[in-house]
């Protein structure tokens, strides 16, 4: 099937603006009576091991690594179900010490990845309750030999850099959390909570689409700097990660993401007034903290960019992006937007190659 860019001049850029579609797409027909999760790829046996689980393990590559880490958190904060991420090209090459009744879980847009395969391969026959694949494309290898699959329904992606398939991923996982705190915490009100915000993510996102020109703006400050450092706490950490991974794929800037609690641990020595810091604040039970760090790096001379959002207040004369207002539970799904807004724009204003970076590739099917 081919696919136009129709009115964008990159296919990355169309599809980082399909994204409430493909969320929408994802979610479709998935809520019964928007009370509870139902995915019709999963049979009674899936649920019964669901029940049985007390451990998730989840193994995955690049973005999809990102993803899980998100995941982490709404795994043992939402449905209390301990989870570890792992990268799988780290995860074939250890000890494997699998935890009392645990699922394997991996995330892949291609789902042909060839450490994933190898990951997959590996844990066979060592005592995981089963395997379970999400994953962007229904015939792929991974969905083959995973004894489950979910779908993300994000559409093809032919950017090299994932965008839509990453935010699909990260709704699937959410509703994956729904279904896990239906079988097992028993929390309804949580679980139609999950769903209201899942129902209303794609409109937040159409809203902080809308949002470019602000972005836009960020990109003219960082385009010709050599280093970048993004900051988040929480759930925003893996998002921090995620944008400084996207800026290095496509604007070829290099970037870290990193805890912002962490920073004074090392990074910090990196700061002055040449190396933007971009930080994810919004809202939150974290807030407070943030600003604390924000002030280390204020008074290093740090040359700071704030993402925030209506209501959250800090002191003059910071750089404040202000965007939307977002739940809580849905805000690493939308901060993952305008970071992906910003690599591109970055790499556009460089006249980089955006769909096809050097030395990269859509899928790695070579260990
Ligand atoms: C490649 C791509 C990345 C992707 C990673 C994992 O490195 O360039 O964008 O995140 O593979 O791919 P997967 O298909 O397993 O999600």
């Known amino acids: 099937k081919s ?25 479709l027909n998935r809520f019964i009576k928007n009370e509870t999760v139902y995915f019709s790829e999963l049979d009674v046996k899936a649920e019964k091991i669901f029940s049985q689980t007390e451990h998730i393990q989840i193994i995955a590559c690049g973005t999809s690594y990102h993803a899980g880490l998100v995941s982490k958190y709404w795994f043992e904060s939402l449905a209390m179900i301990a989870c570890d991420v792992e990268v799988a090209s780290e995860f074939c090459y ?26 997959l391969k590996i844990s066979k026959n060592l005592g995981y309750l089963g395997s379970l694949t999400i994953c962007n494309s229904k015939s792929s290898s991974l969905v083959y030999e995973s ?13 090299v850099a994932s965008t839509k398939a990453f935010t699909t991923q990260l709704t699937v996982l959410l509703m994956l959390v729904a279904k896990f705190i239906h079988l097992k915490s028993k929390n ?17 996102i159409e809203e902080i689409l809308k949002h470019k020109k602000s972005v836009y703006s960020l990109a003219k400050k960082i385009f010709d700097k050599k280093n ?27 970037a870290e993401g990193y805890p912002i609690g962490e920073l004074k641990h090392g990074p910090l020595a990196l700061i002055d007034s040449n190396v933007p810091i971009i930080i994810i ?71 980089e190659n955006i769909d096809q970076p050097r030395n990269l590739a859509k899928s790695v099917t070579v260990e």
Do not use: W
């Open 3 to 27: 696919v136009h860019k129709g009115k964008f001049k990159h296919y990355t850029a169309k599809e980082i603006y399909e994204q409430p579609v493909s969320i929408k797409n994802t979610i």
């Open 94 to 119: 250890k000890k494997i010490l699998v935890r009392k009744n645990s699922l394997l879980l991996i995330i892949s847009q291609s789902g042909e990845t060839a450490d994933n395969l190898n990951a």
């Open 147 to 159: 004894d489950f699959s979910l779908f993300t329904c994000a559409g093809i992606e032919i950017g």
């Open 188 to 204: 309804f009100k949580l679980e139609k909570k999950i769903i209201n915000l899942l129902n209303i993510l794609p409109n937040r």
């Open 228 to 254: 970048i450092i993004f900051l988040g706490k929480g759930e925003q950490y893996p998002i921090a990660m995620e944008g400084a991974l996207k800026i290095k794929e496509i604007s070829y800037i290099h």
């Open 281 to 351: 604040a919004p809202n939150n039970n974290l807030l407070e903290k943030i600003k604390l760090n924000i002030e280390e790096i204020h008074s290093r001379g740090g040359l700071i960019y704030i993402l925030s959002d209506p209501f959250a207040k800090f002191n003059k004369n910071r750089n404040i992006i202000r965007l939307p207002y977002i739940e809580h539970l849905i805000s690493p799904i939308f901060y993952a937007i305008p970071l992906q807004l910003l690599a591109y724009y970055t790499a556009l204003i460089k006249g």
